[in-house]
T-cell receptor, first 118, second 112 residues
Framework: DQQVKQNSPSLSVQEGRISILNCDYTNSMFDYFLWYKKYPAEGPTFLISISSIKDKNEDGRFTVFLNKSAKHLSLHIVPSQPGDSAVYFCAASALYNAGGTSYGKLTFGQGTILTVHP | DADVTQTPRNRITKTGKRIMLECSQT?????MYWYRQDPGLGLRLIYYSFDVKDINKGEISDGYSVSRQAQAKFSLSLESAIPNQTALYFC???????????FGEGSWLTVV
């Protein structure tokens, strides 16, 4: 049973426009959410995170929104750049609900391939 | 140099063979992990270790074993490789008190 789902395998966006990547989860124990970016032939790299006490976290061009009632989070990239083209994974953990023992025990979505066209 | 180094980066092995993937880190982190990536399934946790004397199974540990030889070293073994273990394997590390895990560059394993 996929507890974290990214239902869009791919997304294509024009440079300068907004990219919106979506993620849904089913486990109500999840209280910490992360986005990772992965380029070919490299390992995933951390992008941005949000805890369940917030509904928005912003870091430069990247903003993550969390809707707990809908069990949904999204990553917004504004403006999108060709260098943003990569696979994006959302991930979740029961970090605080597990008393801090869930570090690294992330449940990942399937990934979304983002292509930003010049 | 990479903070999390995996060897080998690519390996083709035959069914039934034993194969070991090695991981070393220079970040000084306590916690180390092995993940597996399959198309359409994302990354799944195989084993994790919170310190040298601590080893825990992840969600897909069957067919795998691990060894934490030192704080900086964590190896993954496939005692008898089978074709459905063909995947991209990632080692990762984290600090006990931070919220970010750091991945190595991955090891492609093909079992024929």
């Amino acid at each position: 049973d996929q507890q974290v789902k990214q239902n869009s395998p791919s997304l294509s966006v024009q440079e300068g426009r907004i990219s919106i990547l979506n993620c849904d989860y089913t486990n109500s124990m999840f209280d910490y959410f992360l986005w990772y970016k992965k380029y070919p032939a490299e390992g995933p790299t951390f992008l941005i995170s949000i805890s369940s006490i917030k509904d928005k976290n912003e870091d430069g061009r990247f903003t993550v929104f969390l809707n707990k009632s809908a069990k949904h989070l999204s990553l917004h990239i504004v403006p999108s750049q060709p260098g943003d083209s990569a696979v994006y994974f959302c991930a979740a953990s029961a970090l605080y609900n597990a008393g801090g023992t869930s570090y690294g025990k992330l449940t990942f979505g399937q990934g979304t391939i983002l292509t930003v066209h010049p | 140099d990479a903070d999390v180094t995996q060897t080998p980066r690519n390996r083709i092995t035959k069914t039934g063979k034993r194969i070991m993937l090695e991981c070393s880190q220079t970040k000084g982190h306590d916690r180390m992990y092995w993940y597996r990536q399959d198309p359409g399934l994302g990354l799944r946790l195989i084993y994790y270790s919170f310190d040298v004397k601590d080893i825990n199974k992840g969600e897909i540990s069957d067919g795998y074993s691990v060894s934490r030889q030192a704080q900086a070293k964590f190896s993954l073994s496939l005692e008898s490789a089978i074709p459905n273990q063909t995947a991209l394997y990632f080692c990762a590390t984290s600090d006990s008190f931070r919220d970010t895990i750091y991945f190595g560059e991955g090891s492609w394993l093909t079992v024929v």
